[in-house]
């Protein structure tokens, strides 16, 4: 497929194309408005207040979210007032700036919601500093901004109830895309040689990153429907659908055996093409899945993939009739093919769902939510310099006061783009930073650099109208794909408001607009990698000793749940020891590719690589235990403890900081006269005590 094709494949799928078209929508009809009454500079005040109300909107039901979007209005309104009040007093302003940038900040600690609004009203108050200037008079600002977040606010939650479940629809399509990359990217195990196994196992880290993150928020949106409420037979549906995803990727990231070693052993070249042709073909067909649950349309399987199965079946025992295989390499295969058998039979089951029908044996399932903290809990670890909010919020703190200390020194008046910079820039990591650092940089510097021609050959209002939504519209959908490019449409996005908003049109082609802003966007970047670098810098380096206590922690407790549930219905705590497993090891995999961007030595950035892909290969064969669990593939209890009891002391010495005690490594099972199943468990068992081995002594280097 063309990589054209590819690209508007992937916008067209991605849940940001149906947000960005939903923002486009309701920018459009203020902007059109405005147009029509002549009144643009006030449509696009509104505009921008739409703005800062779509990137600070949060999901959820109805009925909560009237409630956020009214406190949200309410937060805007004594933002931009108190910025329109104070803006021209800089020695009460610049503290009061920097107090409540802290505690907005600070505010991210009581969830999303409140992070999210926090940071919309930051953005709404650097858009009134920035139009202060061209404000006719004081209510201006306060009324227009608050008014376009609000029509935003309303026009979605009214869309929201004519489709209460559409955000979940597109999150759990999501899921399914991912898991299709993420099939699609490990079938190139089988047709690749040895030496270009590292990079495809990179390339498998980063998108079972985007996998895990993406069933954990759509986790988080079913928790939200459920809760309070019975589920009526829709939201069911979705539940059984995401329940459905989980177990497809716990089969899709178990490991039956070493890609490096098949493609000796298996010298039958038509075998290995056979199990990279399902694959992709599985990945093709959970992709079509996730489009079925986007565009709300029944799922229809492919029947070629039932064929596939059965040659695939064929093939591989008249192999064997002919080379005579060990049943060292057979029972692994055998258990694989079952694997994707199940896969096949997940989809199938599927099919029912999407069509509108509930299977019979279904139950209805519940999720685990969060214990509460109490309030006292939750201040004490947020006022801790160890707290990442608390040291983000120092450092943001900072970069304003800085950044509003050069506004009000040099008197730029239209100055406030360092304070947007510093705001979009500065992370909670350095990696995060130095990433948004130079995308920030180079898609600012092409925006202002696009914007003076653009001036110039489109003065008409209704062209550059029409390039403000466009702007908006792309903007949304590349945020989360292309940040570089985001940022482009943005800034132009940004400048062209501003220009609209009251300066001329004209002076602005004329002036050399690049210089002031490029000025502006270097020194907010600057301030941002200054303040990440040297206030408490938050090193991966610092958390690698906790995250690998939590990853061997929940590994142990994987496997304990694995033992103790052997049918092949997932309960509640055995989904929940699964899921830990998988965001701790997601957890590792994002450490290790945080830490190569940042100033360590070489030592570090070997022993978090050694960390992570151990620990993704132990949850690989944990995975391969889990899936199979109900086909007599199982562990003998003395052998899991010794598994546990490994993990378990090595994770209680890196929490209490103390040295791990010298332990002789864990024996190999030896096997004879061994049934099927016994042979994969022999196997699995053995790499995985090589496996806790190794994490045991690379624990003590920590």
């Known amino acids: 497929m063309p990589s054209f094709s590819l690209w508007l494949r992937r916008i067209f799928t991605d849940s940001h194309f149906f947000f960005a078209l939903k923002v486009m929508l309701a920018m459009a009809s203020l902007l059109l408005g405005g147009w029509w009454l002549d009144q643009v500079p006030v449509a696009v005040t509104l505009s921008l207040g739409a703005m800062a109300g779509a990137l600070s909107e949060i999901d959820h039901r109805p009925g909560p979210r009237l409630v956020q979007l009214l406190a949200g209005l309410l937060c805007f309104f004594v933002a931009v007032t108190g910025v329109t009040a104070l803006i021209d007093s800089p020695w009460l302003f610049g503290p009061v700036l920097v107090l409540a940038t802290f505690c907005l900040i600070l505010a991210g600690a009581w969830g999303q919601a409140a992070g999210k609004l926090g940071f919309g009203v930051l953005l ?18 306060p009324v227009w901004l608050t008014a376009g977040a609000a029509w935003y606010g309303l026009c979605s939650w009214l869309i929201l109830l004519l489709m209460p479940y559409k955000p979940v629809h597109e999150q759990l399509a999501q899921c399914y895309f991912a898991l299709s990359r993420y099939l699609l990217a490990k079938s190139r195990f089988f047709d690749s040689p040895n030496e270009l196994h590292q990079g495809l196992r990179h390339q498998l880290a980063q998108v079972n990153i985007q996998l895990v993150n993406s069933l954990e928020l759509t986790k988080q949106m079913l928790n939200r429907r459920l809760k309070g409420k019975p589920s009526d037979d829709e939201l069911a549906r979705l539940l059984e659908l995401y329940l459905l995803v989980q177990s497809m990727h716990e089969r899709a990231a178990s490991s039956h055996y070493s890609y490096s070693q098949l493609n000796q052993a298996l010298d039958q070249a038509e075998v290995l093409t056979g199990y990279q042709v ?3 073909e599985l990945g093709e067909a959970c992709y079509r899945l996730g489009l079925a649950i986007l565009t709300h349309k029944p799922y229809v399987p492919d029947k070629r993939i039932g064929w596939e199965l059965s040659a695939l079946k064929d093939q591989l025992d008249y192999s064997h009739l002919r080379r005579h295989y060990s049943s060292e390499l057979m029972s692994p295969l055998r258990f694989l093919t079952r694997n994707m058998q199940h896969v096949y039979d997940t989809l199938l089951r599927a099919k029912e769902l999407t069509a509108g029908a509930m299977p019979a044996d279904s139950q209805r399932a519940e999720l685990a939510r969060p214990p509460s903290q109490p309030l006292g809990e939750r201040l004490k670890a947020l006022l801790n310099p160890n707290a990442i909010l608390f040291r983000h919020g120092v450092r943001l703190s900072l970069c304003f006061a800085l950044g509003y200390g050069l506004i ?20 909670p990591s350095f990696s995060a930073t130095r990433q948004r650092l130079s995308e920030r940089t180079l898609g600012t510097l092409a925006g202002i650099v696009a914007s003076v021609p653009l001036l110039w050959l489109f003065p008409a209002v209704e062209s550059q109208l029409f390039m403000l939504l466009l702007c908006a519209f792309v903007f949304f959908t590349q945020v989360r794909i292309n940040y570089s490019w985001a940022v482009f449409f943005i800034t132009l996005f940004v400048l062209l408001a501003f220009n609209l908003q009251g300066a001329s049109l004209q002076e602005a082609a004329r002036t050399p607009v690049l210089l002031p802003r490029l000025f502006d966007t270097l020194t907010g970047c600057a301030l941002a990698f200054v303040a990440v670098w040297y206030i408490w810098p938050d090193w991966q380096r610092r958390h690698l000793p906790q995250l690998l206590a939590e990853a061997m922690r929940a590994n142990a407790a994987y496997l304990a749940a694995i033992t103790h549930q052997h049918d092949s219905r997932d309960n509640l705590a055995y989904r929940l020891a699964r899921k830990q497993a998988h965001l701790a090891d997601n957890k590792l995999a994002q450490a ?3 830490i190569r961007v940042e100033p360590v030595s070489k030592h570090w950035l070997n022993l978090c690589f050694e960390i992570a892909y151990r620990n993704h290969a132990l949850l690989s064969y944990l995975s391969t235990l889990g899936a199979h669990r109900d086909q007599g593939l199982s562990l003998p209890v003395a052998l899991t403890g010794e598994l546990n009891q490994r993990l378990c002391a090595a994770a209680s010495a890196l929490d209490s900081h103390t040295p791990l005690p010298p332990q002789l490594p864990l024996p190999v099972m030896a096997g004879d006269n061994e049934q099927e199943q016994d042979i994969l468990a022999r196997q699995l068992h053995n790499n995985m005590v090589l496996l806790v081995n190794d994490l045991y002594q690379l624990a003590k280097d920590v």
């Open 124 to 141: 709404v108050s650097i858009y009134a500093m920035q139009g202060h200037i061209d404000s006719p008079y004081f209510w201006y600002q």
């Open 278 to 280: 399902l694959l992709a």
């Open 408 to 427: 009000a020194t040099l008197e730029l008046e239209r100055g406030y783009w360092i304070l947007l910079t510093s705001l979009f820039v500065c992370q």
């Open 592 to 594: 290790w590719q945080n």
